[in-house]
């Protein structure tokens, strides 16, 4: 059977998900061809020979993107049997559907991809229109095959590790790790994983790193949404890797609340080459906090950046920067806590804009507050629009997002944008004139990913 494996965007990394399905589908003696759309174009007679088109939905701005491309491969190949699978697949079933997705694999998706085809390939019954056979979200504890990446473009094409002193580093990406034990309300992985996380074995892991240190990887992503989820799991793995390739860096995304509670991890994670931890702060007001249900507070926020600065570990806090919550003077606040802390090195300006977005599936349209203020999903955007009471905080959004990415393709010093989106906030609560703000001597830029996090 041949097969086309389709990603369309994943934050500037090597699609892991892609990779890992190429191998489970090899293994069932399919014909693969690897496309990822972030780096290279649409090989029209690929799809066109293609009997299974499949494409990886890992994050919101790859479904959207990924729209466009449905409708496009339906015209080159009308027959072949079209399926998604990832994180956003299963929320967005109905959309999809409607684009003439055939199979849509959220969760633990490898063996329903691997199942699908054997059925394909021996041609098994269709399902009815708007059915499928395999199970739409699998929580199955698998067992992992290491991902097979040869069929996907060169790391060096990828987003690399920008170093304090100006050096880069290619950098590869792989997951120890899926889904979350947590239930915050405002997050994607939530009505997928409902509370629950599953593990790749440690080999599995260790051998798809040792294949991108080969491929030139000097840094690697673990893309766990948190890797504390199982530290039992993590330490030993962080270990086991630091023996074998010393020199090798890599970063971690984890939550506030893991971070005070596995504090003695800290060291570590630095004495094992993490150059940074990634953690979803989204908020320092404590309501937007608990609305989220974050389980963490503004002060353990400022507990962890103390703890980071002991033990030597560089923090790299997002933010959701505007939510309908957030005032004029609570997106100031934001903004004088960060300077106070002194993060706005560590901190990527894109978070200054980031907006809240509640996808399909999302639980805070669980909260009867949410459900009164937003409007009809909206198919274009993916999501359910929402309007801030106070106009002035959307047009301040707006602002931001411009000044950033302005700042941005200009390769503006972060302070510099920090400055200016310090002036855009004072001027919409209506001071004519900012406090100046007190940067002494440039502080030393911390290491970052070329791609900063956002969903
Ligand atoms: S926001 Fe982070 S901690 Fe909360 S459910 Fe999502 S991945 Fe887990």
Redesign the pocket.
């Known amino acids: 059977m041949n097969v086309v494996l389709i990603s369309t965007y994943e934050l500037g990394h090597q699609p892991f998900g892609v990779a890992s399905a190429a191998a489970w589908l090899k293994a069932e003696g399919a014909r693969i061809t690897c496309i990822d759309l972030a780096v290279e174009s649409l090989p029209g007679s690929a799809v066109e020979r293609a009997e299974l088109i499949v494409f990886y939905l890992p994050m919101h701005t790859a479904t959207r993107i990924a729209s466009e491309t449905i409708r496009q491969v339906r015209k080159i190949n009308p027959a072949g049997h079209l399926c998604c699978f990832g994180l956003y697949a299963p929320v967005n079933e109905g959309f999809l559907r409607r684009l003439g997705v055939d199979t849509v694999l959220g969760g633990e998706f490898e063996e329903g991809l691997a199942a699908l085809c054997r059925r394909l390939s021996a041609g098994g019954p269709h399902a009815a229109e708007g059915d499928q056979y395999e199970p739409r979200i699998s929580l199955a504890k698998q067992q992992f095959r290491v991902p097979d990446r040869s069929g996907l473009p060169d790391l060096s094409r990828y987003a690399f590790v920008q170093m304090g002193d100006g050096e880069r580093r290619v950098a590869g990406y792989t997951e120890a790790s899926r889904g979350?034990?947590?239930?915050?309300r405002?997050?994607p992985?939530?009505p997928v994983y409902g509370g629950r996380f599953r593990i790749v074995q440690r080999e599995v892991v260790l051998e798809d790193i040792r294949r991108q240190v080969a491929a030139g990887a000097r840094h690697i992503t673990f893309g766990d949404?948190?890797f504390f989820n199982g530290p039992g799991h993590a330490i030993p793995l962080v270990e086991a890797l630091h023996k074998e390739f010393p020199d090798l860096t890599y970063d971690v995304t984890i939550?506030i609340e893991h971070l005070l509670k596995y504090a003695r991890y800290l060291p570590v994670l630095r004495d094992t080459g993490c150059l940074f931890v990634t953690s979803?702060v989204e908020a320092v007001d404590d309501t937007i906090l608990t609305i989220f249900d974050?389980r963490h507070t503004r002060t353990d926020f400022i507990r962890v950046v103390a703890l980071f600065r002991e033990v030597g570990l560089t923090l790299s806090p997002t933010f959701v920067a505007f939510t309908p919550w957030t005032t004029c003077q609570g997106y100031l606040d934001l903004l004088q806590v960060i300077l106070d802390l002194d993060l706005v090195e560590h901190v990527a300006p894109i978070q200054y804009a980031i907006r809240l977005l509640i996808p399909a599936g999302s639980k805070l349209l669980d909260l009867p507050e949410v459900q009164a203020l937003v409007g009809p999903f909206d198919d274009m955007a993916l999501s359910y629009p929402w309007q801030h009471s106070d106009p002035r905080m959307d047009r301040l959004q707006a602002a931001v997002l411009q000044t950033v990415q302005r700042g941005l393709a200009r390769h503006e010093p972060r302070q510099t944008i920090f400055q200016r989106v310090w002036q855009l906030a004072h001027q919409a609560a209506g001071s004519e004139h900012a406090p100046s703000l007190p940067y002494g001597v440039p502080r030393a830029p911390i290491p970052y990913l070329s791609e900063p996090w956002y969903c």
């Open positions: 979350c034990k947590h239930t915050c405002h997050c992985i939530v949404p948190d939550k979803a974050k």
